[in-house]
Nanobody, 128 residues
Framework: QVQLVESGGGSVQTGGSLRLSCAAS????????MAWFRQAPGKEREGVAA????????AYVDSVKGRFTISQDNAKNTVYLQMNSLTPEDTAMYYC?????????????????????WGQGTQVTVSS
């Protein structure tokens, strides 16, 4: 069992920045992928960024490339999402997720079905 706790959400104005954190605890695992998803009201949950915690390889959805950066601190079992140049379209509940076993992917997946543990989410609101 893996527990994920997100933090760092809040309200900012357009153009502002936030850094989300996701602390993982519980069962150890050999290889994992960790990702950030977001879900706005009335919309599907979409993958935003993912990282292979072994290789450090990352993946991003097109809409955040160049603005968001996913990173990790293995010593703290924590993954971060640095979000810059935020716009109202980034407003959503942001969820951290982890995939702990199975197929090894060259590109970390952004498909929610590939992840088996989820955090409770942290709200990000961007005002114009």
């Amino acid at each position: 069992q893996v527990q994920l706790v997100e933090s760092g959400g809040g309200s900012v104005q357009t153009g502002g920045s936030l850094r989300l954190s996701c602390a993982a605890s519980g069962a150890a695992y050999r290889r994992a992928y960790m990702a950030w998803f977001r879900q706005a009201p009335g919309k599907e949950r979409e993958g935003v960024a993912a990282i292979d915690t072994t290789s450090g390889r990352t993946a991003y959805v097109d809409s955040v490339k160049g603005r968001f950066t996913i990173s990790q601190d293995n010593a703290k079992n924590t993954v971060y999402l640095q979000m810059n140049s935020l716009t109202p379209e980034d407003t959503a509940m942001y969820y951290c997720a982890v995939r702990t076993s199975g197929v090894i992917y060259y590109t970390p997946p952004l498909d929610r079905s590939k992840y088996n543990y989820w955090g409770q989410g942290t709200q990000v609101t961007v005002s114009s």
